[in-house]
C-alpha cells in the first residue's frame, strides 16, 4: 500500500506560476512511476504529467507542455509538479498516483491516489 499526499495547490492569477507537492508513504517510492492528473468540474481526470522511477524520463500533456515540469526526490519519498504560465483552463482539482507499469498515462495504470489538491486560476 502507498499512501500519497498532496500540497501545494492555491488560487493564482493568470500567469502566475505553482508548485505541487505529493509525499509518499508506505512502500518503496522509488519502485513506482508517479503521475500527475487533473479533473475540473464536470470533465474527465485527465494525464497531466509522468516520470519514471529513476526520473530520468519524463512525459507530459500536450496541454502542459512547455510550461509544466514533473521532478522527484527518492530521498524525500516526494514528487513536484511545478506550473508556470498558468491559464483559468488549468483549474481543477490536481491528483497525484503511483503506477508500476512504464510509461503510465492511463488512468486505469495507476492503483495509488491522494486525495487531491484544488489549483484555481483566474483570469
Known amino acids: 500500500q502507498v499512501h500519497l499526499v498532496e500540497s501545494g495547490g492555491g488560487l493564482v492569477q493568470a500567469g502566475a506560476s505553482l508548485r505541487l507537492s505529493c509525499t509518499a508513504s508506505?512502500?518503496?517510492?522509488?519502485?513506482?512511476?508517479m503521475g500527475w492528473f487533473r479533473q475540473a468540474p464536470g470533465k474527465e481526470r485527465e494525464f497531466v504529467a509522468a516520470?519514471?522511477?529513476?526520473?530520468?524520463?519524463?512525459y507530459y500533456a500536450d496541454s502542459v507542455k512547455g510550461r509544466f515540469t514533473i521532478s522527484r526526490d527518492n530521498a524525500k519519498n516526494t514528487v513536484y509538479l511545478q506550473m508556470n504560465s498558468l491559464k483559468p483552463e488549468d483549474t481543477a482539482v490536481y491528483y497525484c498516483?503511483?503506477?508500476?507499469?512504464?510509461?503510465?498515462?492511463?488512468?486505469?495504470?495507476?492503483?495509488?491516489w491522494g486525495q487531491g489538491t484544488q489549483v484555481t486560476v483566474s483570469s
Open positions: 508506505g512502500r518503496t517510492f522509488s519502485n513506482y512511476v
Open positions: 516520470i519514471t522511477w529513476s526520473g530520468a524520463r519524463t
Open positions: 498516483a503511483a503506477s508500476v507499469v512504464p510509461g503510465a498515462k492511463r488512468f486505469d495504470d495507476y492503483a495509488y
